[in-house]
C-alpha cells in the first residue's frame, strides 16, 4: 500500500465484506498520475478525504513534511501515488514516465533544498531589482535591506487574484511583472554606465545612439573582438534579465497561490512594517527602511522625457535669438585684425588635471615650464575656468557651447543649434571676410556637415592630413602629427588674409593608453615614426582596470597635448599669433571623482601685449595655470566676452544675447539653461568624441 495511502476504519457490518477481499485490479482511490501532475503544475492539487480523528495515526509521514513541500511549491505527497502500487496497476509507458519524476522522492532532502533555494533566489532578484541605485557608489548592504512598498503592493495584487477562478489572470500579471522588472534593472544598470562615464543618468529620448557610439570605441581602443564580444555579452544579459526576472515573478506567484493563508499574514506583516516605518522616519545605515525607490525612479524618468520633449520646443526659440546675429563684419573683432588666431580644444583637459593630487603634479610643472618658455619668446598669458556643458564625454556639446554662446548639453540642442543662422564665434571671423577659417579635425572620420555652421573655409579632417602611422587608441593621430599637418597644409603657407583655425587634439581622449611621446619635430615625417612607439606603449585594458593608473596615465597624456601645443607655438608661432586654447570637459568620473566639477581651464595667450590688456578686467591668473581662486564662468559666457573684448568698443557691456544677464559673471548668455540641467547627447556624423 502506498505510504501516503489514508486508510478508514471500516464499520462492523461492512468489515466481513472487506475481509472478502478487494477487486483485484481496482487500486486504492487516488488520482491518475497525469491528473496529479497537473494538479501540481497548477497548486491546486487537493489532498484526499479527511478521515476522522484517528486519521493521523493511519497516515504516513508528518502533516509538517507535507506542509514544507507544499510551501515550496513541491507537488503536495497526497496528490502523488506511491512508486510500488503505480507500478503494479500501470502500464510500462506510465512506468517510465513515474520514474523520470522518481528522483523527489529518492532524494526528499534535496528536493526540498532546490525548491526553497529556487525561492529564495526568486525573492532576492525581485527585490534586488526594485532597490537597485543607479549609481555605484550608493550600491551598498544596507541599500538591499529596506522595505520596497513595490513589493508589497505586488504581493497583494497577487492575493487578490488568487481568489479568482482561474490563475491564468495572475500568471499574466505575473509575466508583465517580471519584464517590467527586467527593464527597471536594465535601464539602472545603463544609469549606472552613463553615470560613471558621463556624469549623468541615461535619457530614454536622447541616448540610445550613444549605445552605437560605445561599440565603435570599444573597436578603436580595444579591438573588434572584444567588441564583438562584449556587444554579445551585453544582448545575452539583457534577454537573460528579461527571462529570469518573469521566471522570478512566476515563480513567487505560484507558491503564494498554494500558501495562501501564509502569503496573506506575510503580506499584512511587511505591509504595517512599511508603513510604521515611514510614519516614523525609520532609518538604516541612514536609508530609509521604508523604501519608495522604484516608484520614485519612474516618475522621474517620466518627468525627465517630458522635459526633453518640452525643451526641444523652447530652445528652438530661443537659439532663434541673438543679437550679435545682425552685428555687421565691420564691426566684429576689429582688435584682432591681421592676427593669426588659433582656437584649440584639448580633450578631456578638465580642473581635475590640474588639482587633483595624483594627476596635478606632472601636469601643474608642465604649466609652469611652458609658461616660462612662452614669456622667453616673447609671448604672455592669461588663464580662466570655464563650466563646460557637458563632462566625461560628448566633446562636440562642449565645443558647441563654447563656439555658440548657447548652453548646449544635449544632442537635440546640437541639431537644433548646428541647423540654424546662430552666430557661432569661428562664424564671426569669417563674416568679417577678414580671415581665412579652417578647421583640422583628427577625430573626424566621416563627412561633418556642420562645418558650415561654424563657418570654416575649408576642414580637414583624418583622411584629409596624410597620416600613414598606427592609431593610438580611439586617437587617430598623435597630437604633435596633426599641428604639423596643419603647418604643412595651412599655417606655413602663404595667404592673402590671416588666418583663423579651430584645431582638436585628441591623445588625451581615453583610454589614455597607449601615449605617443614628443619627438623632433623634423622627424614626424608622415607618421609612420609612430609605428614603434605606440609598441613601446601600455596596453589600454591593463591601464583602464587599474583606478590608480588609469588617474596617472590621463595626466600624462593630458602633459603631452600640452607639450605639442605649446612647442608648436613657440616653434612656429609669430607677432601675430594669437592662442585660445581650453578642454572640452572634465574626464570621466573614475579619474576625476564622483563629485568633481564640470571646470576646465581655459588661456589665452598672445606675442601682441594689447590682445591681452583687452581682457585685463577678466580677472584672470597671469600663466597658463589658473588658480583657484580665479573667476569660474559658464562655457556659454565665454562668446558674448570675446565679441565685446575684441569689438570696436573695448570694455563696453557685451550686448545682450537672449539673456537678461549676459556678460556679468557666472551668467549665460543666449540659451542658457541652469549648469544642473540634465545632460545628454550623441555623435553626430564622423564628429569628435
Known amino acids: 500500500m502506498s505510504l501516503f495511502t489514508r486508510s478508514r476504519q471500516l464499520p462492523d457490518r461492512d468489515k466481513a465484506d472487506a475481509e472478502e477481499g478487494p477487486a483485484p485490479d481496482v487500486p486504492s482511490a487516488r488520482p491518475a498520475p497525469g491528473e496529479a501532475a497537473k494538479g501540481a503544475a497548477d497548486g491546486d492539487a487537493a489532498p484526499a478525504a479527511k478521515g476522522d480523528a484517528d486519521d493521523g495515526a493511519a497516515k504516513s509521514g508528518t502533516d509538517g513534511d507535507v506542509a514544507e513541500r507544499d510551501a515550496t511549491g513541491d507537488t503536495p505527497p497526497d496528490a502523488a501515488p506511491s512508486a510500488d502500487n503505480a507500478a503494479e496497476h500501470s502500464p510500462p509507458d506510465a512506468h517510465d514516465a513515474r520514474d523520470g519524476r522518481g528522483w523527489r522522492d529518492k532524494y526528499p532532502v534535496a528536493a526540498r533544498a532546490l525548491a526553497w533555494g529556487t525561492t529564495g533566489v526568486s525573492v532576492a532578484l525581485v527585490v534586488i531589482a526594485l532597490l537597485l541605485p543607479n549609481q555605484l557608489p550608493l550600491i ?10 513595490e513589493a508589497v503592493l505586488g504581493a497583494g495584487a497577487v492575493l487578490l487574484l488568487t481568489q479568482l477562478p482561474t490563475p491564468v489572470p495572475r500568471r499574466v500579471a505575473a509575466v508583465f511583472a517580471g519584464v517590467f522588472l527586467g527593464l527597471l534593472t536594465i535601464l539602472n544598470l545603463l544609469d549606472i554606465g552613463f553615470n560613471e562615464f558621463l556624469g549623468r543618468g541615461f535619457n530614454l529620448v536622447l541616448d540610445w545612439i550613444l549605445l552605437d557610439d560605445a561599440q565603435s570605441y570599444l573597436e578603436d581602443s580595444l579591438g573588434s573582438t572584444t567588441a564583438t564580444f562584449a556587444v554579445v555579452g551585453v544582448v545575452v544579459l539583457a534577454v537573460a534579465l528579461l527571462a529570469v526576472m518573469t521566471l522570478a515573478c512566476l515563480r513567487i506567484s505560484n507558491v ?73 563684419g565691420d564691426q566684429l573683432l576689429t582688435g584682432l585684425r591681421g592676427k593669426d588666431v588659433i582656437f584649440t580644444f584639448i580633450e578631456s583637459y578638465g580642473r581635475s588635471a590640474i588639482e587633483d593630487p595624483v594627476i596635478a603634479p606632472g601636469v601643474d610643472a608642465v604649466l609652469d615650464e611652458k609658461t616660462e618658455e612662452l614669456r622667453d619668446a616673447g609671448y604672455a598669458a592669461k588663464s580662466g575656468w570655464l563650466t563646460s556643458a557637458t563632462y566625461g564625454g560628448s566633446s562636440w556639446l562642449g565645443h558647441s557651447t563654447f563656439l555658440s554662446g548657447l548652453w548646449i548639453n544635449n544632442q537635440n540642442r546640437y541639431r537644433t543649434v548646428t541647423a540654424s543662422d546662430h552666430l557661432s564665434l569661428t562664424r564671426a571671423f569669417k563674416r ?6 579652417v578647421g583640422i579635425m583628427p577625430g573626424v572620420t566621416k563627412e561633418w556637415p556642420e562645418g558650415k555652421f561654424y563657418g570654416l573655409d575649408h576642414v580637414y579632417d583624418s583622411r584629409d592630413l596624410g597620416y600613414k602611422g598606427p592609431k593610438f587608441s580611439w586617437s587617430t593621430m598623435p597630437d604633435q602629427y596633426a599641428l604639423t599637418a596643419f603647418e604643412r597644409l595651412e599655417h606655413g603657407k602663404r595667404h592673402d588674409k590671416p588666418l583663423m583655425s579651430e584645431i582638436i587634439l585628441t591623445s588625451s581622449h581615453q583610454p589614455w593608453a597607449p601615449i605617443p611621446k614628443m619627438i623632433g619635430w623634423d622627424e614626424v615625417g608622415d607618421g609612420s615614426v609612430y609605428g614603434d612607439i605606440k609598441k613601446e606603449g601600455k596596453d589600454p585594458k591593463d591601464v583602464f582596470t587599474d583606478s590608480t593608473e588609469v588617474r596617472e596615465e590621463y595626466g600624462k597624456s593630458v602633459q603631452y597635448s600640452l607639450n605639442s601645443l605649446i612647442d608648436y607655438v613657440v616653434k612656429y608661432g609669430n607677432k601675430n599669433t594669437v592662442l585660445v586654447f581650453l578642454g572640452d570637459h572634465q574626464p570621466l568620473a573614475r579619474v576625476s571623482g564622483n563629485h568633481a566639477s564640470r571646470d576646465v581651464p581655459v588661456a589665452i595667450v598672445a606675442h601682441d601685449p594689447d590682445v591681452l590688456k583687452r581682457i585685463s578686467d577678466w580677472g584672470w591668473q597671469d600663466g597658463l595655470k589658473p588658480g583657484q581662486d580665479t573667476p569660474v564662468w559658464r562655457m556659454d559666457t565665454f562668446r558674448d566676452r570675446f565679441l565685446n573684448a575684441y569689438g570696436p568698443q573695448p570694455g563696453s557691456e557685451a550686448p545682450n544675447s537672449g539673456s537678461p544677464n549676459s556678460g556679468s559673471p557666472g551668467s549665460g548668455s543666449s540659451g542658457s539653461k541652469p549648469s544642473g540641467s540634465e545632460s545628454s547627447g550623441s555623435k553626430t556624423s564622423g564628429s569628435s568624441r
Not at 432 to 437: I, K, Q
Request: aromatic share 6%; net charge positive.
Open 432 to 437: 568679417t571676410g577678414a580671415w581665412r577659417t
Open 140 to 149: 551598498t548592504p544596507g541599500a538591499f535591506i529596506r522595505i520596497p512598498v
Open 256 to 328: 503564494m497561490a498554494r500558501n495562501n493563508a501564509v502569503a496573506t499574514r506575510a503580506t499584512l506583516v511587511l505591509g504595517t512594517a512599511w508603513i510604521v516605518s515611514a510614519a516614523f522616519g525609520l532609518q538604516l545605515s541612514h536609508l530609509p527602511l521604508a523604501s519608495r525607490s522604484t516608484v520614485a525612479l519612474v516618475e522621474n524618468r517620466v518627468d525627465r522625457v517630458k522635459a526633453t520633449m518640452r525643451d526641444e520646443r523652447e530652445f528652438a526659440k530661443v537659439a532663434a535669438v541673438d543679437s550679435y546675429g545682425d552685428t555687421p
